[in-house]
């Protein structure tokens, strides 16, 4: 992928966020946090916190003692993901506008993943 920024947004359009710089780790969550706060699996990718812009009424959710959740709190899309000791921000992968240029490159917590379907793509996948 390019150095081209990245635009994405929330349902409404309140909340947007602008990527600048190299996207890394695509990657799909199938941890039960992330099935509940999306209602299925959570596609995103990071980069550095200050590559990233975000712009509107914001929420975050303390998810657990190490990160948090950021979500808009008018339609209740869920955006962002940081752990609290790291300098990287995810973004949802969902929330994009556009061709993003970006490759799925694996799969998280597939252990935790639901019964009802199944990971079938041949990317990696890690417990």
């Avoid at 941890?31 to 712009?55: E, F, I, N």
């Amino acid at each position: 992928m390019s150095d081209a920024a990245l635009t994405g947004s929330c349902l409404c359009g309140a909340c947007t966020f602008v990527v600048n710089g190299t996207a890394q780790g695509a990657s799909v969550c199938h941890c039960s946090q992330c099935r509940k706060m999306s209602g299925h699996v959570w596609s995103s990718a990071y980069v550095p916190k200050d590559q990233l812009t975000m712009d509107g009424p914001v929420a975050w959710h303390e998810a657990s003692p190490t990160a948090k959740r950021g979500f808009c709190p008018t339609c209740g899309s869920y955006l962002f993901w940081t752990a609290h000791a790291e300098d990287a921000i995810s973004f949802a992968l969902g929330a994009l506008d556009g061709p993003t240029g970006l490759r799925l490159e694996k799969h998280i917590f597939t252990d935790d993943k639901g019964d009802y379907y199944d990971i079938a793509d041949g990317l990696p996948q890690t417990p």
